[in-house]
Protein backbone atom coordinates (compact mmCIF):
# COMPACT_ATOMS: atom_id res chain seq x y z
CA UNK A 1 0.00 0.00 0.00
CA UNK A 2 1.17 3.57 -0.67
CA UNK A 3 2.59 5.33 2.07
CA UNK A 4 3.91 8.87 2.93
CA UNK A 5 7.36 8.65 3.85
CA UNK A 6 9.01 11.30 6.25
CA UNK A 7 13.26 11.56 7.02
CA UNK A 8 14.62 12.01 8.81
CA UNK A 9 12.85 10.26 11.58
CA UNK A 10 14.80 12.17 14.67
CA UNK A 11 16.30 15.15 14.26
CA UNK A 12 18.11 17.11 16.87
CA UNK A 13 19.31 20.90 16.53
CA UNK A 14 21.05 23.50 18.55
CA UNK A 15 18.54 26.80 18.61
CA UNK A 16 19.27 29.17 15.80
CA UNK A 17 20.12 26.64 13.10
CA UNK A 18 18.32 26.09 10.04
CA UNK A 19 16.76 22.60 9.89
CA UNK A 20 15.02 20.96 6.83
CA UNK A 21 11.86 18.15 7.51
CA UNK A 22 11.52 15.87 3.94
CA UNK A 23 8.29 14.25 2.72
CA UNK A 24 7.75 11.79 -0.19
CA UNK A 25 4.27 12.11 -0.53
CA UNK A 26 2.04 9.23 -2.13
CA UNK A 27 2.49 9.86 -6.13
CA UNK A 28 -0.22 11.16 -7.70
CA UNK A 29 -1.74 12.97 -4.45
CA UNK A 30 -2.52 16.79 -5.06
CA UNK A 31 -2.76 18.28 -1.80
CA UNK A 32 0.55 18.43 0.69
CA UNK A 33 0.35 19.10 4.13
CA UNK A 34 2.47 20.21 7.45
CA UNK A 35 0.87 19.26 10.94
CA UNK A 36 2.97 19.39 14.23
CA UNK A 37 2.08 17.97 17.71
CA UNK A 38 3.90 19.34 20.82
CA UNK A 39 4.19 16.20 23.20
CA UNK A 40 0.96 16.02 25.05
CA UNK A 41 -0.76 18.14 23.02
CA UNK A 42 -3.23 18.07 20.27
CA UNK A 43 -2.09 17.63 16.25
CA UNK A 44 -2.45 21.18 14.71
CA UNK A 45 -2.43 22.08 10.89
CA UNK A 46 0.44 24.41 9.69
CA UNK A 47 0.23 24.62 6.02
CA UNK A 48 -1.12 23.02 2.94
CA UNK A 49 -0.06 23.52 -0.42
CA UNK A 50 -1.70 22.44 -4.06
CA UNK A 51 -0.69 23.49 -7.36
CA UNK A 52 3.01 24.84 -6.23
CA UNK A 53 1.65 27.57 -4.14
CA UNK A 54 0.19 27.55 -0.21
CA UNK A 55 -3.04 27.29 0.13
CA UNK A 56 -3.97 27.81 3.40
CA UNK A 57 -1.57 28.37 6.69
CA UNK A 58 -1.92 29.17 10.51
CA UNK A 59 -0.64 31.32 12.63
CA UNK A 60 1.86 28.92 13.44
CA UNK A 61 3.07 29.37 10.16
CA UNK A 62 5.57 32.50 10.27
CA UNK A 63 7.89 34.25 8.50
CA UNK A 64 10.45 31.35 9.92
CA UNK A 65 8.78 28.37 8.30
CA UNK A 66 8.82 27.79 4.40
CA UNK A 67 7.96 24.76 2.41
CA UNK A 68 9.15 23.60 -0.81
CA UNK A 69 8.44 21.26 -3.27
CA UNK A 70 11.60 21.17 -5.45
CA UNK A 71 11.00 18.19 -7.61
CA UNK A 72 7.54 16.36 -8.83
CA UNK A 73 8.65 13.86 -5.34
CA UNK A 74 9.49 16.01 -2.34
CA UNK A 75 7.92 18.26 -0.24
CA UNK A 76 9.81 20.08 2.59
CA UNK A 77 9.40 22.05 5.60
CA UNK A 78 12.50 24.44 6.31
CA UNK A 79 12.57 26.42 9.91
CA UNK A 80 14.85 29.08 9.30
CA UNK A 81 15.67 29.65 12.77
CA UNK A 82 14.68 27.08 15.10
CA UNK A 83 13.54 28.11 18.83
CA UNK A 84 12.88 25.47 22.02
CA UNK A 85 9.34 25.94 21.41
CA UNK A 86 9.73 24.35 17.79
CA UNK A 87 10.66 21.29 19.50
CA UNK A 88 7.67 18.63 18.36
CA UNK A 89 6.38 15.89 16.02
CA UNK A 90 6.23 17.14 12.34
CA UNK A 91 3.91 15.21 10.58
CA UNK A 92 3.44 15.30 6.52
CA UNK A 93 -0.06 14.25 5.24
CA UNK A 94 -1.10 14.15 1.24
CA UNK A 95 -4.32 13.78 0.04
CA UNK A 96 -5.86 12.14 -2.90
CA UNK A 97 -9.25 11.73 -4.61
CA UNK A 98 -11.22 9.40 -5.92
CA UNK A 99 -15.21 8.73 -6.50
CA UNK A 100 -15.80 8.41 -2.77
CA UNK A 101 -12.87 9.07 -0.44
CA UNK A 102 -11.02 12.47 0.44
CA UNK A 103 -8.54 11.63 3.01
CA UNK A 104 -5.34 12.91 3.96
CA UNK A 105 -2.76 10.17 4.92
CA UNK A 106 -0.16 10.67 7.07
CA UNK A 107 3.28 10.55 7.61
CA UNK A 108 5.24 8.68 10.65
CA UNK A 109 6.80 11.92 11.61
CA UNK A 110 9.79 13.51 12.17
CA UNK A 111 11.17 14.35 16.10
CA UNK A 112 12.22 17.54 16.31
CA UNK A 113 14.30 18.06 19.39
CA UNK A 114 15.99 21.82 19.51
CA UNK A 115 18.78 22.33 21.80
CA UNK B 1 -14.96 27.16 23.15
CA UNK B 2 -12.82 25.19 21.52
CA UNK B 3 -13.67 24.29 18.20
CA UNK B 4 -13.27 20.59 19.03
CA UNK B 5 -13.18 19.43 22.32
CA UNK B 6 -12.51 15.62 22.99
CA UNK B 7 -11.83 13.67 26.77
CA UNK B 8 -7.91 12.84 27.21
CA UNK B 9 -8.56 10.20 29.07
CA UNK B 10 -6.58 7.97 29.88
CA UNK B 11 -9.72 5.40 29.29
CA UNK B 12 -9.11 1.82 30.44
CA UNK B 13 -11.42 -0.99 29.96
CA UNK B 14 -10.64 -4.67 29.63
CA UNK B 15 -10.67 -6.95 26.56
CA UNK B 16 -14.03 -7.39 25.65
CA UNK B 17 -15.40 -4.88 26.80
CA UNK B 18 -17.24 -1.94 24.09
CA UNK B 19 -15.72 1.36 23.99
CA UNK B 20 -17.25 4.55 23.35
CA UNK B 21 -14.84 7.37 22.61
CA UNK B 22 -16.72 11.28 21.69
CA UNK B 23 -16.24 14.51 20.43
CA UNK B 24 -18.06 17.42 20.14
CA UNK B 25 -17.39 20.21 17.96
CA UNK B 26 -18.59 24.26 17.72
CA UNK B 27 -17.91 24.50 13.71
CA UNK B 28 -21.35 23.97 12.18
CA UNK B 29 -19.30 24.14 8.71
CA UNK B 30 -17.37 21.04 9.60
CA UNK B 31 -18.78 18.55 6.87
CA UNK B 32 -16.05 15.54 7.31
CA UNK B 33 -15.39 13.61 9.96
CA UNK B 34 -12.85 11.37 11.22
CA UNK B 35 -11.42 8.70 13.51
CA UNK B 36 -7.25 7.99 13.38
CA UNK B 37 -5.40 6.09 15.58
CA UNK B 38 -2.20 7.02 16.80
CA UNK B 39 0.47 4.74 18.49
CA UNK B 40 3.19 6.22 20.83
CA UNK B 41 5.34 8.35 18.76
CA UNK B 42 3.92 7.31 15.33
CA UNK B 43 2.02 8.57 12.83
CA UNK B 44 -1.85 9.05 12.83
CA UNK B 45 -3.63 6.25 10.84
CA UNK B 46 -6.74 6.27 9.55
CA UNK B 47 -9.67 4.50 10.53
CA UNK B 48 -13.46 5.79 9.82
CA UNK B 49 -14.20 8.56 7.74
CA UNK B 50 -17.88 9.52 7.34
CA UNK B 51 -19.53 12.22 5.65
CA UNK B 52 -23.25 12.60 6.49
CA UNK B 53 -24.89 11.99 9.74
CA UNK B 54 -25.80 8.22 10.81
CA UNK B 55 -23.22 5.20 11.49
CA UNK B 56 -21.07 3.78 9.19
CA UNK B 57 -19.72 0.29 10.46
CA UNK B 58 -16.67 -1.24 9.66
CA UNK B 59 -15.64 -5.02 11.12
CA UNK B 60 -15.20 -3.64 15.03
CA UNK B 61 -15.93 -0.26 14.56
CA UNK B 62 -18.57 1.71 13.77
CA UNK B 63 -18.28 5.63 13.58
CA UNK B 64 -21.74 7.43 14.34
CA UNK B 65 -22.08 11.51 13.49
CA UNK B 66 -25.14 14.05 14.52
CA UNK B 67 -24.83 16.42 13.02
CA UNK B 68 -27.68 18.34 14.77
CA UNK B 69 -26.15 17.91 18.58
CA UNK B 70 -22.36 18.39 16.64
CA UNK B 71 -21.76 15.38 18.25
CA UNK B 72 -19.48 12.13 16.83
CA UNK B 73 -18.69 8.67 18.07
CA UNK B 74 -16.25 6.01 17.44
CA UNK B 75 -17.61 2.40 19.12
CA UNK B 76 -15.02 -0.24 19.20
CA UNK B 77 -17.06 -3.75 19.72
CA UNK B 78 -14.87 -6.99 21.59
CA UNK B 79 -12.11 -4.54 22.54
CA UNK B 80 -8.76 -6.07 21.91
CA UNK B 81 -5.07 -5.13 23.59
CA UNK B 82 -4.29 -4.38 20.06
CA UNK B 83 -6.48 -1.57 20.20
CA UNK B 84 -4.76 -0.12 22.62
CA UNK B 85 -3.62 3.99 21.12
CA UNK B 86 -4.49 7.36 21.59
CA UNK B 87 -7.44 7.59 19.06
CA UNK B 88 -8.25 10.90 17.98
CA UNK B 89 -11.17 12.78 16.29
CA UNK B 90 -10.62 15.21 13.19
CA UNK B 91 -13.02 17.27 11.01
CA UNK B 92 -12.81 19.56 8.05
CA UNK B 93 -15.25 22.00 6.15
CA UNK B 94 -16.48 21.37 2.56
CA UNK B 95 -13.90 22.56 0.67
CA UNK B 96 -11.77 19.81 -1.03
CA UNK B 97 -8.29 19.98 0.08
CA UNK B 98 -8.87 21.45 3.38
CA UNK B 99 -7.08 21.40 6.92
CA UNK B 100 -8.00 18.81 9.21
CA UNK B 101 -8.88 20.40 12.80
CA UNK B 102 -8.28 17.50 15.55
CA UNK B 103 -9.32 16.88 18.97
CA UNK B 104 -6.67 16.47 21.83
CA UNK B 105 -7.30 12.60 21.55
CA UNK B 106 -8.14 9.57 23.73
CA UNK B 107 -5.56 7.78 25.25
CA UNK B 108 -7.03 4.24 25.20
CA UNK B 109 -5.97 0.84 27.00
CA UNK B 110 -7.43 -2.76 26.76
CA UNK B 111 -6.42 -4.88 29.54
CA UNK B 112 -5.98 -8.44 28.75
Known amino acids: EPEVTQTPSHQVTQMGQEVILRCVPI?????FYWYRQILGQKVEFLVSFYNNEISEKSEIFDDQFSVERPDGSNFTLKIRSTKLEDSAMYFC?????????????FGAGTRLSVL | QKEVEQDPGPLSVPEGAIVSLNCTYSNSAFQYFMWYRQYSRKGPELLMYTYSSGNKEDGRFTAQVDKSSKYISLFIRDSQPSDSATYLC????????????FGQGTELSVKP
Open chain 1, 93 to 105: ASLGFNMDKNIQY
Open chain 1, 27 to 31: SNHLY
Open chain 2, 90 to 101: AMREYNQGGKLI
